[in-house]
């Protein structure tokens, strides 16, 4: 439901004390106002510049710009058979005054009499205790697709500017999760450039909005599963489940993987790939910018952060070393903060119904409690074993070619590398201009540096998760070998 349909309700049902959240206040105020003619319903308007507006009235009859003269003058306005409905605006900035929450109290209270609404319209939900069992919260929803395509509309006015067809869903999947000035902006922008509205300007105005939120981050890359060797079968799994046709079926949408491994292995390249495979913008949430000095304002910000990939479906949401991510899930230490946190992203993953496809990595399963890989949270668990020596070898190919690296030389023993160590070995082969082999012996893989984890996360994984490189549940090879010393490279005889 809208923002004018839930108000009306709530208003006939005599709330009289209702709390809007909304970044756009001049959009909401055009809506409230035209409910409140259809309604015939008396309206006034405050704000800390203006003070008090009451339409049909002049500025000199107005109330100065006091807060408190606003929340006692909605009585005036009061009828024996009308409503009268006062929007406060920013009104959250005021909460902090105990005269403030106890005249909105008393108001709140008295309204059920003479029918009067109180009305905060604020971009944040701040309400004191004492007030909180009185309000009833409102999201004012960000604009739709059909919105957006008319406020694009409304811009391109000349031919030729507006594109059809499936460049114009591009473009609206594009401007999803926008507010209406921000959409105005970014379809402005892209008319001075290009004379045309297309997704370029658009993304970067998104990318900006997020940049600003300090929550969220958008990853938009050129390229894509050809630049990642080997993980077949995870691969396969996804583009399978996000292109179906089907998908856009509610009941068969796909919820999203979590990926299990030891550090190096490609999981978070596969994240920023996946979405450019399937033609969707990747967002990554940094849980640690989520945390707030304020009692509340963790939770709050996630609620914000979960809202906004909501808003920006169809997307990919990816969480990168999740078991670090929330820390302290006992409690100790945080208040209890980092616990629920995490609640509010288990509810989540479960209940959310817009078309998000969740990837969460992890290289500590041990820290990760056991509901949160229940059934219909994700569609798999996969397991992203050390390389093969088929799927090292197309990764060798990849980096020697992305180094310029002469194909000549003897490759270094590569035995229990991950696909990082094997393009750290290429990359400092090139920055030292040195050979392959001697690059290497400046490598030491993780399966070596931490042998025990390692074994011991491919020992959980055995019969309990897909494996990434092969159809089917994963099975282990035999044990790492359990020696900490440094592996040895033999040296080629024609270098020193």
């Not at 005021?94 to 005249?103: D, G």
């Not at 919105?147 to 500017?161: C, H, K, P």
């Not at 799994?237 to 993987?257: E, Q, T």
């Not at 060798?396 to 180094?403: H, K, Q, S, V």
Request: glycine share 6%; aromatic share 6%; hydrophobic share 40%.
């Amino acid at each position: 439901m809208n923002l004018c349909t839930r108000l009306n309700e709530y208003v006939r049902a005599c709330f009289t004390g209702i709390w809007i959240e909304s970044h756009e206040h001049h959009d909401a105020l055009t809506e409230i106002a035209g409910l409140c003619r259809d309604q015939q319903w008396q309206l006034a308007t405050w704000d800390i510049e203006t003070g008090l507006t009451i339409p049909g009235q002049s500025e000199t009859d107005n109330v100065s710009s006091d807060p408190l003269a606003a929340i006692r003058a909605i009585n005036t306005l009061a009828t024996p058979d009308g409503t009268a409905v006062l929007v406060l605006q920013n009104f959250h900035r005021f909460m902090q005054s105990a005269e403030i929450v106890q005249a909105l109290s008393r108001q709140i209270i008295a309204g059920k009499q003479n029918r009067t609404i109180v009305v905060v319209l604020s971009p944040v939900v701040q309400i004191p205790t004492e007030l909180e069992k009185m309000f009833v919260v409102i999201e004012h929803d960000l604009p739709s697709r059909e919105q957006l395509a008319e406020i694009a509309r409304g811009i391109a006015v000349e031919a030729d500017e507006l594109p059809e067809g499936p460049e114009l869903e591009t473009v609206l999947d594009a401007a999803v999760g926008l507010t209406r000035m921000e959409a105005e902006n970014a379809f402005s922008l892209s008319l001075v450039r290009e004379d045309r509205i297309t997704a370029d300007a658009v993304w970067e105005i998104k990318t900006q909005t997020l940049k600003k939120s300090g929550l969220l981050s958008l990853h938009r890359g050129t390229e894509d599963f050809s630049s990642l060797g080997g993980l077949s079968a995870l691969k396969a799994f996804c583009k399978r489940a996000m292109l179906h046709p089907s998908r856009g079926n509610p009941l068969k949408r796909p919820r999203g993987v979590l990926l299990l491994s030891p550090p190096g292995c490609g999981k978070s390249q596969f994240c920023k790939l996946l979405g450019n495979e399937v033609g969707r913008p990747v967002l990554t949430l940094e849980v640690g910018s989520l945390m707030g000095s304020l009692v509340g304002q963790s939770e709050e910000r996630t609620r914000q952060a979960l809202r906004v990939i909501d808003a920006m479906a169809p997307c990919v949401a990816m969480i990168d070393e999740v078991e670090k991510a929330f820390a302290g899930l006992n409690g100790n230490g945080d208040s209890g903060v980092s616990s629920r946190m995490f609640g509010q992203f288990l509810s989540w993953l479960n209940d959310h119904e817009s078309d998000v496809f969740v990837v969460c990595t992890a290289n500590d399963v041990s820290k990760l409690p056991p509901e949160f890989g229940r059934s219909e949270r994700f569609d798999g668990i996969f397991f992203l074993d050390l390389p093969s020596r088929e799927e090292k070898d197309a990764i060798w190919n990849l980096y020697l070619d992305l180094f310029e690296i002469d194909r000549d030389q003897r490759l270094p023993n590569d035995t229990n590398w991950t696909g990082a160590e094997v393009k750290a070995c290429c990359r400092l082969s090139a920055l030292l201009d040195v050979p392959l082999l001697q690059a290497a012996q400046n490598v030491v893989p993780v399966a070596v540096t931490s042998a025990e984890s390692v074994e011991r996360l491919r020992s959980w994984a055995n019969g309990r998760c897909l494996s990434a490189n092969e159809p089917g549940i994963y099975r282990g090879p035999g044990d790492l070998p359990k020696s900490k010393s440094r592996r040895r490279v033999s040296r080629d005889p024609s270098h020193n």
